[in-house]
């Protein structure tokens, strides 16, 4: 019998867009940093919770998750990495976590997307392949994938994601008063309004 979906939280990006002294992940966020903040609220929706990351940022993500399920991946350098990327990633965390009922991709630099998103989002795969949550009518995060399509995302390389997957199959819009599932970090100025949203 499958388990409960598993939140698989992404956190192997190199981040190049954000200009600050260290990664953009580490930043403090909260009482805690961005990463760490994602991880508390994929923890509170009371789904199992995955890891993907680099060895640079495996210890910041074993102060959240078990050792076991946290997911290393190389780095991308930019020197025979070009089958690394958001793909690579996905397809690792579900490989992990290959027994589960389906996998909702939670990128990690989205510390705003509430626990209670994710559980909505996690019901909609009893009757939908695929879901995401939507804000006002805009698609946005997490994207949910149901157990029957490990074979298609267990595969996936480079840095385009799911698309591909999310393009050939019906999916399910979970509108959710949440704004944060529209809201990624990337920039500093992202950071800051990430900051202002959350101080509300």
């Known amino acids: 019998m499958k388990s409960a979906p598993v939140v698989i939280v992404l956190a192997a990006g190199a981040g190049s867009r954000f200009r600050g002294d260290?990664?953009?992940?580490?930043?403090p966020f909260g009482a805690s940093s961005v990463l760490g903040t994602t991880?508390?609220?994929?923890i509170a929706s009371h789904l199992p919770v995955a890891v993907v990351t680099t060895m640079a940022l495996r210890d910041l993500a074993k102060s959240w998750v078990a050792t076991?399920?946290?997911?290393?991946?190389?780095e991308v350098d930019g020197a025979n990495t070009s089958h690394l990327g958001m793909g690579y990633s996905i397809a690792?965390?579900?490989r992990a976590r290959g027994d589960a009922a389906g996998w909702l991709i939670l990128p990690g630099d989205m510390p705003l997307i509430q626990p209670s998103t994710m559980r909505c989002v996690a019901q909609a795969l009893?009757?939908?392949s695929l879901a995401y949550?939507?804000?006002?009518?805009?698609?946005g995060h997490p994207v949910a994938f149901s157990a029957e399509l490990f074979s298609e995302l267990a595969?996936?390389?480079g840095d385009e994601g799911a698309r591909r997957v999310v393009a050939r199959y019906p999916a399910a819009a979970v509108e959710v008063?949440?704004?944060?599932v529209l809201v990624d970090l990337d920039t500093e100025a992202d950071l800051q309004a990430l900051r202002r949203m959350h101080s509300r």
């Open 92 to 94: 690792a965390g579900v």
């Open 68 to 74: 076991q399920d946290v997911v290393i991946v190389p």
């Open 177 to 180: 008063a949440d704004a944060g």
């Open 133 to 139: 949550a939507q804000h006002l009518g805009r698609r």
């Open 155 to 157: 595969t996936l390389t």
């Open 39 to 42: 991880l508390e609220n994929a």
């Open 126 to 128: 009893s009757h939908h």
């Open 22 to 27: 260290s990664h953009k992940l580490t930043q």
